[in-house]
Structures are given as C-alpha cells and as structure tokens.
C-alpha cells in the first residue's frame, strides 16, 4: 500500500526590492515559511509579474525605480482585488506607515524585519492588519 503523505500548504510569495541584497536577506527569511515565486527590483515589473503568477501574498518595498511600492500596491487593489500587500521599507515614520496601510495590510521596518516580516505575512494572509513596533506607537499617537 502507497504511503501518504500530507504536504502542508505554503503560501506564495512575489517579493520587490530594488537593491538586491536586500532583496536576497528578504527572500532567506520569506523561504522559513513561504514559497518564494518571484523577485523583481521595481514596480512595473511587480504589477506584470503578479499578474501572471497570481501569488497569495505580496511583499514590496516602497521606494523602487520605475514606479514605487505604493502605486504599484495601488494598480494591484485594482487587477488583484483582495490580494494582500505587505511593505517593507527603511522609513519609521507613522506618515509613511498610514499611506502605505491605506494600500496594504503589513508595514515592516527593514531594521527589524528580522523579527516581523514573517509575522506580518501570516498577519496579511489572516487578513489582519500588521505594523513593525518600531512606529506602532508613533501611528497610534499620530492624529
């Protein structure tokens, strides 16, 4: 008799960076618990990409050449609707942090995406909203 076997599922990943050794460090610590399916450096190549691979999830910077994270995110909420953005960006600052959730559903930190990138993704995937500590309490004070 065949043995089976449960594989348990692992949710895709599209990742944007444009500086790539950043984009490799992201990429290592995505493969812990997604399927990474493709890495651009820039956001028109994001929106085709994603569009192709139809990924569960995607993850961006938002300070890219060609077209940024956010506007990228933005054509995204049209062509994908309901496709969870989480943006990772080496801004800590509440505005940045409220654009890009107006867009998505992550804001991480680049400094600390050690500790919450993989946290934010299964946050987005949930449909639950997630931003890095670091300006948690600046977004939450900011009116």
């Known amino acids: 008799m065949d043995e089976l076997r449960f594989t348990p599922f ?3 990943v599209v990742l944007a960076d444009d500086h790539p050794q950043t984009a490799r460090e992201l990429e290592r610590l995505l ?3 997604f399927d990474v399916i493709g890495v651009v450096s820039n956001g028109v190549s994001l929106v085709s990409l994603v ?3 139809k990924p569960d999830v995607v993850v ?5 050449p060609e ?3 956010l506007e990228a995110a933005r054509r995204l909420t049209l062509s994908c609707p309901g496709l ?3 943006f990772v960006s080496c801004h800590d600052d509440a505005g940045v942090a409220r654009r890009a959730l107006s867009l998505g559903s992550g804001y991480v930190v680049k400094a600390s995406a050690g500790e919450d990138l993989l ?3 299964h946050a987005a995937l949930r449909g639950d909203a997630y931003v890095s500590c670091s300006v948690r309490i600046g977004y939450q004070d900011t009116p």
Request: glycine share 4%; hydrophobic share 50%; net charge negative.
């Open 67 to 69: 077209m940024d994270g």
């Open 10 to 12: 692992r949710a895709s």
């Open 84 to 86: 969870p953005v989480v």
């Open 60 to 64: 961006t910077d938002i300070a890219m």
């Open 51 to 53: 569009e192709i691979l």
């Open 31 to 33: 493969r812990e618990d």
């Open 119 to 121: 946290d934010a993704v």
